[in-house]
């Protein structure tokens, strides 16, 4: 029975991505073939500069912050169990699921800092 589900949904998520793209894709087929102008197919957003820091310093700095989060999410989870009366499962689970999306979130924004730096 859980197989059917995570089936089911692979099959949604696919459902959706192909409508999205086939859609897209035929949209802009027939604008192109009544002549319309090919800048409408982008935003304001996309035509300006686009940024020049490497990808590979955006991973690395996300990925730091994200691993710093989950090691303080352990330590907090081991704090809250021998402090507290929480179970041993609820403490460090929900620590890590928490400190984890704080440190996502820290290092989204330090990235969007370092992206309009440069």
């Known amino acids: 029975m859980p197989e059917l589900v995570f089936i089911s949904l692979f099959v949604i998520i696919f459902g959706i ?8 894709n035929k949209e802009r087929l027939a604008l192109i ?23 590979w310093k955006v991973l690395i700095l996300n990925l730091a912050v994200l691993l710093i989060g989950i ?3 352990i330590f907090l989870g081991s704090i809250l169990e021998a402090y ?15 400190m984890a999306g704080i440190g ?15």
């Open 17 to 24: 991505f192909y409508l999205h793209y086939s859609t897209r």
């Open 33 to 55: 073939e009544k002549g319309a102008d090919a800048s409408i197919f982008f935003s304001a957003k996309a035509a300006q500069k686009i940024p020049s820091v490497p990808i």
């Open 71 to 73: 090691g303080i999410g």
């Open 84 to 98: 507290t009366i929480l179970n041993e499962d609820v403490a460090y689970t929900g620590s890590i699921f928490l």
């Open 104 to 118: 996502l979130f820290t290092g989204f924004t330090l990235s969007k800092k370092l992206i309009e730096k440069e």
